[in-house]
């Protein structure tokens, strides 16, 4: 019995540490064996785009590491480009849902991942992503793995938006993706799953997945031949930025760089949740990563002479307090009057209600039809700590607070019009959200773009729910939460969460606004611009 708990326990790590991001090579069906086919940065007509994702990337732990002279990589394409300091995420600020964002253009309600843990009602199931050890423990790390790896990206992804690499592809230009979260694209890959992970039952033993031409993995699929050294357990099977950095320096050397490569550095992330926003070290180990990306080129000049580069973050963190009883939201005991769904088992026809959090926001679905969802967000609505809880009614969304009262109902299309050019109908009370309306304009406050954002979350995929919002310094806990106490923490629309920095080098054209939810455009602009 030891004995197998043993190997459950070293499962649930080997699994969490490769869908993180979240010694075998890709076998690409169609992949060109000619480099020459290949866009390079000296023979096309337009320069390469190189977009590196830093996870929770911020503003001010940049700027500081910067002034103190420790992220020369980035301060030198600063020196060469500029800093927009705010962009707007997506939301939930999770991810798997900002990067879904980056790639298709739409908010969740266009691309259908709604978050890193949701409910599945067609398939009756929670969906996990990867989110942490206690919750990996409780549900099959199998399907998590495949949820993460294959589900994702083949199933998950809406059908209906096509990301930059399948855009692309059927322009005739190549792509690559390095670690990214999101992935697929036109090119058949088989994907070789590495033995340890075979010890699990029912973990196949490879994968057939579609992504761009160029595509690097983890320990599951590498571009250059000496990288396994990522790839060992201590160094998280892959997911690092070392192993980004090494497949991407390998690209340019090889003179085989795409049209566009979005390359993935995840670490930053884990140190910001464990030491908080203002941590440095992260950005310092992938500003050392980045360094070794430029220095490919032969010369820093000539890396930003001959590409594109975007460094960008995908969310922000706000600080979570350093006491437990003060930090966490406790869902289970305010909605202590339903029958809840539990981890362990399978949804039963007895379950009224289900929780999937999503650190500093969840979705609370009503999968009993007797109970309304507005009888949860009134249960909901008992906790102070949540600024903003929302529902459907109908086609619009109506949102109610836990710190103060009245309410605002919303939905798309209408006489007020905010600051990126959508139209609303609003009726209630703006300052629920924030807002500001002077006229018939909106100007959002401390929630950027918030009703947008919100849309997109509440019609992200089917089912009957409630979406829960943390006030900053506090994380929603259902039955076996991850927590982050005395760290950093995302998921909400607060601009906390929702705000990161972008520093753009070698091309003067910038996106239509400022929020990542237009970055596909830009790129697909860039990826055609004339030297």
């Not at 059908?159 to 792509?175: F, M, N, R, S, V």
């Not at 250059?224 to 950095?245: C, E, I, Q, S, V």
């Not at 927590?483 to 091309?507: C, M, N, Q, R, W």
């Given at each position: 019995?030891?004995k197998?708990?043993?190997?459950?326990?070293?499962?649930?790590?080997?699994?969490?540490?490769?869908?993180?991001?979240?010694?075998?090579?890709?076998?690409?069906?169609?992949?060109?064996?000619?480099?020459?086919?290949?866009?390079?940065?000296?023979?096309?007509?337009?320069?390469?785009?190189?977009?590196?994702?830093?996870?929770?990337?911020?503003?001010?732990?940049?700027?500081?590491?910067?002034?103190?002279?420790?992220?020369?990589?980035?301060?030198?394409?600063?020196?060469?480009?500029?800093?927009?300091?705010?962009?707007?995420?997506?939301?939930?600020?999770?991810?798997?849902?900002?990067?879904?964002t980056l790639l298709t253009?739409?908010?969740?309600?266009?691309?259908?991942?709604?978050?890193?843990?949701?409910?599945?009602?067609?398939?009756?199931?929670?969906?996990?992503?990867?989110?942490?050890?206690?919750?990996?423990?409780?549900?099959?790390?199998?399907?998590?793995f495949?949820?993460?790896?294959?589900?994702?990206?083949q199933?998950?992804?809406?059908?209906?938006?096509?990301?930059?690499?399948?855009?692309?592809?059927?322009?005739?230009?190549?792509?690559?993706?390095?670690n990214?979260?999101?992935?697929?694209?036109?090119?058949?890959?088989?994907?070789?799953?590495?033995?340890?992970?075979?010890?699990?039952?029912?973990?196949?033993?490879?994968?057939?997945?579609?992504?761009?031409?160029?595509?690097?993995?983890?320990?599951?699929?590498?571009l250059?031949?000496?990288?396994?050294?990522?790839?060992?357990?201590?160094?998280?099977?892959?997911?690092?930025?070392?192993?980004?950095?090494?497949?991407?320096a390998?690209?340019?050397?090889?003179?085989?760089?795409?049209?566009?490569?979005?390359?993935?550095?995840?670490?930053?992330?884990?140190?910001?949740?464990?030491?908080?926003?203002?941590?440095?070290?992260?950005?310092?180990?992938?500003?050392?990563?980045?360094?070794?990306?430029l220095?490919?080129?032969?010369?820093?000049?000539?890396?930003?002479?001959?590409?594109?580069?975007?460094?960008?973050g995908?969310?922000?963190?706000?600080?979570?307090?350093?006491?437990?009883?003060?930090?966490?939201?406790?869902?289970?005991?305010?909605?202590?009057?339903?029958?809840?769904?539990r981890?362990?088992?399978?949804?039963?026809?007895?379950?009224?209600?289900?929780?999937?959090?999503?650190e500093?926001?969840?979705?609370?679905?009503?999968?009993?039809?007797?109970?309304?969802?507005?009888?949860?967000?009134?249960?909901?609505?008992?906790?102070?700590?949540?600024?903003?809880?929302?529902?459907?009614?109908?086609s619009?969304?109506?949102?109610?607070?836990?710190?103060?009262?009245?309410?605002?109902?919303?939905?798309?299309?209408?006489?007020?019009?905010?600051?990126?050019?959508?139209?609303?109908?609003?009726?209630?009370?703006?300052?629920?959200?924030?807002?500001?309306?002077?006229?018939?304009?909106?100007?959002?406050?401390?929630?950027?773009?918030?009703?947008?954002?919100?849309?997109?979350?509440?019609?992200?995929?089917?089912?009957?729910?409630?979406?829960?919002?943390?006030?900053?310094?506090?994380?929603l806990?259902?039955?076996?939460?991850?927590?982050?106490?005395?760290?950093?923490?995302?998921?909400?629309?607060?601009?906390?969460?929702?705000?990161?920095?972008?520093?753009?080098?070698?091309?003067?054209?910038?996106?239509?606004?400022?929020?990542?939810?237009d970055?596909?455009?830009w790129?697909?602009?860039?990826?055609?611009?004339?030297?």
């Open positions: 019995m030891k197998k708990l043993c190997m459950r326990i070293m499962l649930a790590i080997c699994f969490t540490f490769l869908v993180a991001g979240c010694g075998s090579h890709i076998h690409p069906k169609t992949a060109e064996s000619n480099p020459s086919k290949l866009h390079t940065a000296s023979a096309g007509k337009t320069k390469p785009v190189i977009l590196v994702i830093v996870d929770s990337l911020m503003e001010k732990p940049l700027r500081e590491a910067i002034r103190q002279k420790s992220a020369p990589a980035m301060e030198f394409l600063l020196q060469k480009g500029e800093l927009i300091p705010q962009v707007v995420s997506s939301f939930p600020t999770m991810s798997v849902t900002i990067d879904s253009g739409t908010y969740a309600d266009g691309h259908h991942v709604p978050g890193l843990v949701w409910y599945d009602g067609k398939e009756q199931r929670m969906v996990f992503y990867g989110n942490g050890i206690k919750e990996a423990m409780k549900i099959d790390q199998v399907q998590v495949m949820d993460a790896v294959y589900h994702l990206n199933e998950h992804l809406s059908k209906e938006t096509k990301t930059i690499h399948e855009e692309l592809a059927d322009q005739g230009k190549d792509t690559a993706s390095i990214g979260v999101i992935y697929r694209g036109r090119t058949e890959h088989v994907l070789k799953v590495p033995p340890f992970l075979k010890l699990a039952k029912d973990v196949p033993d490879q994968l057939r997945i579609t992504g761009p031409k160029l595509f690097s993995y983890a320990a599951l699929a590498r250059d031949p000496d990288n396994a050294r990522n790839t060992y357990l201590w160094k998280k099977f892959g997911m690092n930025d070392r192993f980004t950095a090494q497949d991407l390998y690209l340019v050397r090889q003179h085989r760089l795409p049209a566009v490569t979005i390359a993935y550095f995840p670490e930053n992330d884990n140190r910001v949740h464990r030491k908080g926003p203002d941590e440095r070290q992260g950005i310092i180990r992938a500003d050392e990563a980045l360094q070794e990306a220095s490919s080129f032969g010369s820093w000049e000539r890396a930003a002479k001959e590409a594109i580069w975007i460094v960008m995908d969310s922000g963190q706000s600080r979570v307090y350093g006491d437990r009883g003060q930090a966490t939201i406790e869902l289970i005991p305010l909605l202590k009057d339903f029958r809840i769904a981890l362990n088992r399978p949804v039963s026809s007895g379950d009224q209600i289900l929780i999937s959090t999503n500093r926001m969840a979705y609370v679905y009503a999968l009993d039809p007797r109970v309304k969802v507005s009888e949860v967000a009134a249960r909901l609505s008992r906790e102070p700590k949540l600024d903003m809880i929302a529902f459907k009614e109908g619009a969304i109506r949102i109610i607070s836990g710190k103060s009262g009245g309410t605002l109902r919303f939905r798309p299309g209408g006489s007020y019009k905010d600051e990126y050019g959508q139209t609303w109908t609003l009726s209630g009370d703006p300052r629920i959200a924030d807002m500001k309306i002077t006229g018939n304009r909106i100007v959002y406050g401390k929630y950027p773009d918030a009703l947008a954002r919100l849309q997109g979350a509440m019609f992200s995929h089917e089912g009957r729910y409630v979406v829960a919002n943390a006030e900053p310094g506090y994380e806990v259902g039955e076996s939460s991850l927590t982050h106490v005395g760290g950093g923490s995302h998921g909400s629309l607060h601009e906390k969460d929702s705000l990161v920095p972008v520093i753009v080098a070698g091309t003067d054209i910038r996106p239509k606004t400022l929020r990542i939810v970055f596909k455009d790129i697909m602009q860039l990826a055609s611009e004339r030297r």
